[in-house]
Nanobody
Framework: VPLQACGGGLVRAGGSLRLSCAAS????????MGWFRQAPGKEREFVAA????????LYADSVKGRFTISRDNAKNTVSLQMNSLKPEDTAVYYC???????????????????WGQGTLVTVSS
């Protein structure tokens, strides 16, 4: 399995969680890594992305200022620090890795070739 995500759980509104995703194999060379989420009854949506060549990042407006994406190249992991969580952040979160030709910070899930199994984040009010 190229991507393994972990760190989800149940937290109260205003709390924090940190998601981590371990990359292996071909995903270790992805230039762009991202996080997406899918709430019950909704389509999967972009959350954040990072490009390891220049450490540039991109966030969805809904999480800007609250979430931080980072990458540890030595450990081949990408993390998502989530602060000030809201009930509307409740979703299954997926990490995604771009293929070797994805070099832009894409918000489109179809441009990512590798996906983790998802981890559930539940924020109670």
């Amino acid at each position: 399995v190229p991507l393994q995500a972990c760190g989800g759980g149940l937290v109260r509104a205003g709390g924090s969680l940190r998601l981590s995703c371990a990359a292996s194999g071909r995903t270790s060379s992805s230039y762009v890594m991202g996080w997406f989420r899918q709430a019950p009854g909704k389509e999967r949506e972009f959350v954040a992305a990072i490009r390891w060549t220049d450490w540039s990042t991109l966030y969805a407006d809904s999480v800007k200022g609250r979430f931080t994406i980072s990458r540890d190249n030595a450990k081949n992991t990408v993390s998502l620090q989530m602060n000030s969580l809201k009930p509307e952040d409740t979703a299954v979160y997926y990490c995604a890795g771009g293929g070797r030709y994805l070099s832009v910070l894409s918000t489109h899930d179809y441009e990512y070739d590798y996906w983790g199994q998802g981890t559930l984040v539940t924020v109670s009010s």
